[in-house]
């Protein structure tokens, strides 16, 4: 049973009235497990689990699996995620601004990459996503996890918030998912339960406007922010909505849904003016999470930063042959040389990535295709996992074990192959790269990227 703070046992029932008990029944069951499948990357697993009903490509586990285990997640086939939090993808389909134009959306407190690689499925090529984290030590999993998704119109970036104060006027949508005390994770995370206090809950809650303070002068007028949080107290939720509202002049927008999906709208009866969306585990199949959408009062004119052309080097015809072997779709990139590694920049996306890259902290960005050494290609492991590699480069395919030896960074026995560059690949997804030689095979998994527990543990998860 759980041990609940006796204040925040008060708020709940102040809040679910007569539901509170059925709530405080829901968070002593064990945690529901969801994935959401990569759009891009085809898979025959998973068909027969039940959907998540607010979006498509998610679904439902009866028990959580090994993740580690399995090389599809690895290969960044599917995420691993929250089915509430998915809500964002039922709301950017409301958003108008996303579809038929160049949007630049940023997801502001983005690691370890959930909202990101979701955001990205609604993206086109010629949209960018700025995938942010403030925590510098959380950066290297959101780049892994966009890295996985296989998509190359995003940047990570690791600086605070008022770095973006700066770019007045430049995103279309800000997504804004804050940190807080975290009660929707009560049930999932013991540690959350002993460090909730009502000090707490008001220090996240200034935490939360100084973020919003901070970011907001970078959204366009006519563009959407969308706030959310894990927990249920209205001090951290509804009550920053209309913060939010009256000191900037956003107007929360309504956002229709099914109401068999068992979502609440806003709690308190003084907020009947404002949409804001409520997920509590004895309504819905997932944990506590609060959503909602603004948007910037829209100007007749507004000034907005200028994009200077960058004059990008050209690269040299031979170089650019060696690559259009390994890109199906070479001639869509700016190919630029940086400190002797190539990378491939969205054509329709470069100015902008070259202007952000002088104004923020950027850990990735476009593509990186590797190094040509003597004429032929090194490959790049980012290149491996994306979507615009080549349908013809030599590859082996491998059963499970093996999967997950090269996972490993282990080597393991080949077919007779000639000696070549091979993408590794499992049930027809691609996990990176070996080379096989006459007498060896060299693994070119990133050290940081291997699964290090042993193979005989992984087989039997």
Avoid at 67 to 91: N, R, T
Avoid at 256 to 269: L, R, V
Wanted: hydrophobic residues 40%; charged residues 25%; proline residues 5%.
């Amino acid at each position: 049973m759980l041990k609940l703070p006796e204040k925040f046992i008060e708020k709940v029932r102040s809040l679910l009235l007569d539901e509170a008990d059925l709530f405080f029944e829901a968070i002593t069951n064990n945690p529901v497990t969801t994935i959401r499948l990569n759009p891009f990357k085809k898979t025959d697993a998973f068909h027969s689990e039940l959907d998540v009903p607010w979006t498509s490509n998610a679904k439902y586990f009866n028990k959580r699996p090994s993740f580690v285990a399995d090389p599809l997640f690895h290969a960044g086939v599917y995420y691993v995620q929250e089915a509430s939090s998915m809500f964002l993808s039922h709301i950017i389909k409301q958003i108008s601004s996303i579809h038929n134009k160049q949007s630049i959306v940023l997801d502001l407190c983005a690691a370890p990459g959930g909202k990101s690689t979701l955001l990205l499925d609604h993206l086109n090529d010629d949209c960018l996503l700025v995938a942010n984290e403030i925590i510098k030590s959380r950066v290297n999993v959101l780049e892994e996890n966009c890295i996985k998704w296989g998509r190359s119109n995003v940047l990570v970036t690791n600086n605070d918030p008022k770095d973006f104060t700066s770019l007045t006027n430049f995103f279309d949508i800000i997504v804004v998912d804050a940190p807080c005390s975290g009660e929707g994770m009560f049930r999932k995370d013991k540690n959350a339960i002993n460090e909730w206090s009502e000090e707490n809950v008001q220090l996240c809650s200034n935490r939360q406007q100084r973020i919003l303070t901070d970011v907001i002068p970078a959204l366009k007028p006519g563009g959407f922010i969308v706030y959310s949080t894990c927990t249920f107290n209205t001090c951290e939720n509804e009550d920053n909505v209309i913060w939010m509202e009256k000191e900037f002049g956003l107007k929360s927008i309504e956002i229709p849904f099914n109401k068999s999906w068992g979502i609440e709208t806003a709690s308190q009866s003084e907020c009947e003016n404002i949409y804001a969306y409520r997920f509590y585990p004895h309504k819905v199949m997932s944990e506590g999470f609060f959503i909602s959408c603004l948007q910037k009062p829209i100007e007749e004119t507004f000034n907005s930063l200028k994009i200077r052309e960058t004059k990008f080097e050209k690269v040299n015809a031979k170089d650019l042959d060696i690559l259009r072997d390994w890109v199906k779709d070479i001639d869509l990139f700016q190919i630029i040389n940086a400190s002797n590694t190539m990378y491939g920049l969205p054509q329709t996306l470069a100015n902008k990535i070259m202007f952000l890259r002088s104004k923020l902290n950027v850990r990735l960005s476009g593509l990186k295709l590797g190094q040509i050494i003597n004429n032929k290609l090194i490959p790049d492991h980012q290149l491996a996992l994306s979507i615009h590699i080549s349908d013809y480069i030599p590859s082996l395919q491998v059963e499970k074990t093996n999967a997950l030896k090269f996972l490993r960074k282990d080597t393991f026995e080949v077919p007779s192959v000639p000696q070549n560059t091979y993408i590794v690949k499992y049930q027809n997804n691609a996990l990176g790269w070996v080379k096989v030689m006459p007498n060896r095979m060299n693994n070119y998994l990133p050290v940081n990227w291997r699964i290090l527990k042993d193979l005989k543990d992984l087989l039997e998860e």
